[in-house]
């Protein structure tokens, strides 16, 4: 298959998975609008196996590692009874948190095969994509797991109040920010796991202080945050279908966020920045 | 794609932006009964990130690149597939009326 081809079927899949949000807004096409999505997914996924071709090594892995997720991922769905479902999701979300974090990884350790330079001497814009795409994943990771584990009932729904909480957040903010300056100067692999952890630490710290009441929105603020990160990881990558896919996830994300708030009466602001108006939470 | 870096990286920059606005404006309306599952549904959709994956293990290497691309293709399959069940499961939820709540399922 020529690259122009894939091209053409990876925006076919593009607008497979507008056209299942539009269903998905509406009452009455949403199950449509879900099989539409799953047609997308189905049309990426095997244009990129064909893209890459039988012959390849890592074929049968592919296969099987889709296999394998896919069956698992579908039996836990099938299986969970329908009041664990919000933590559910929360879960999925972390899982493609972590594949972003690792597609990045990836590219860091095998540049040449990527096309975004060579080991010690990848293009600076292509760090700053991969650095930006961690960090967000790594975010999203660690973030749906507490959400997990809130709504799950692992973990007191109540808000975590650390003392002087914002300046810590800001703090790893700023450090953030100066360690993706500092990797795309250096190409540093260790500065590279410095920004995941760091970010890993950030998600914990940014859900944390918030109260079980209002969970769904952080749940879905971390669906547009996992959404960024594939976008970040499609510029990487060069791969037109994850920078449209996740564009659309993360600003449709955004925005269904902000409606639950106020369809739920609370801020939006507050919610996002953890806590900011705690004493207003009902935990 | 055969463009120059700056070129694909700036045609990446279009198509993220038009792709921003049309999530906005798609989703604008929702009623409020549909916003589990559409929050469920592009979870499901943002599994895409499986191609990702998928790239990161035909192109590794080494073992670990290949490790690597193997869990992310596992995690991206898991919530692609797990994530349409359960907005498939919702949604059945909904099925007999247009809006009403019905918990035959």
């Known amino acids: 298959m020529s690259e122009s081809v894939a091209a053409f079927l990876y925006l076919v899949s593009g607008v497979l998975f507008i056209m299942a949000l539009r269903g998905l807004s509406h009452p009455t096409t949403s199950r449509r609008g879900n099989l539409l999505g799953m047609l997308g997914m189905a049309i990426a996924i095997v244009t990129t196996l064909v893209l890459a071709g039988p012959s390849f090594g890592g074929f049968a892995l592919i296969v099987v590692g889709i296999a394998l997720g896919g069956g698992i991922g579908a039996v836990i769905a099938k299986r969970i009874p329908m009041t664990a479902m919000p933590q559910l999701v929360a879960a999925f979300h972390s899982l493609v948190g972590l594949a972003a974090v690792l597609v990045a990884a990836a590219a860091l350790y095998a540049p040449t095969a990527f096309g975004i330079g060579t080991l010690g001497?990848?293009?600076a814009q292509a760090l700053v994509e991969m650095a930006i795409g961690t960090a967000v994943g790594a975010v999203t990771f660690t973030g749906s797991i507490i959400a997990f584990l809130k709504l799950d009932g692992r973990m007191s729904g109540k808000p975590i109040m650390l003392p002087n909480r914002h300046a810590i957040n800001i703090g790893l903010l700023v450090s953030l920010v100066v360690l993706?300056?500092?990797?795309?100067?250096?190409?540093s692999h260790l500065v590279f796991w410095l920004v995941v952890l760091v970010a890993l630490a950030l998600g914990v710290l940014l859900i944390i202080p918030i109260g079980g009441a209002d969970m769904p929105v952080v749940v879905s603020m971390l669906n547009s945050y996992s959404g960024w990160a594939a976008a970040g990881i499609g510029f990487t990558l060069g791969n037109l279908a994850?920078?449209?896919?996740?564009?659309?996830?993360?600003?449709?994300?955004?925005?269904l966020s902000y409606i639950m708030c106020k369809g739920m009466n609370r801020s939006f602001i507050s919610v996002i920045l953890g806590g900011f108006g705690a004493d207003t939470a009902s935990a | 794609m055969e463009l120059d870096l700056s070129m694909s990286w700036l045609i990446g920059l279009y198509l993220f932006m038009l792709a921003a606005f049309t999530g906005y404006e798609v989703i604008r309306r929702v009623p409020s009964i549909l916003h589990t599952p559409l929050m469920s549904g592009s979870n499901f959709i943002h599994g895409i990130v499986v191609v990702g994956a998928m790239h990161a293990l035909f192109n590794a290497d080494t073992a670990l690149g290949q490790l690597i691309g193997f869990i992310g293709v596992v995690l991206g399959a898991g919530n692609a597939a797990g994530g349409y069940v359960v907005t498939d499961r919702m949604l059945a939820m909904f099925k007999p009326s247009q809006s009403g709540k019905n918990d035959k399922e």
């Open chain 1, 121 to 123: 001497g990848i293009h």
């Open chain 1, 180 to 187: 993706v300056g500092v990797l795309v100067i250096t190409e």
């Open chain 1, 242 to 255: 994850l920078i449209i896919t996740g564009a659309l996830v993360g600003s449709s994300g955004a925005i």
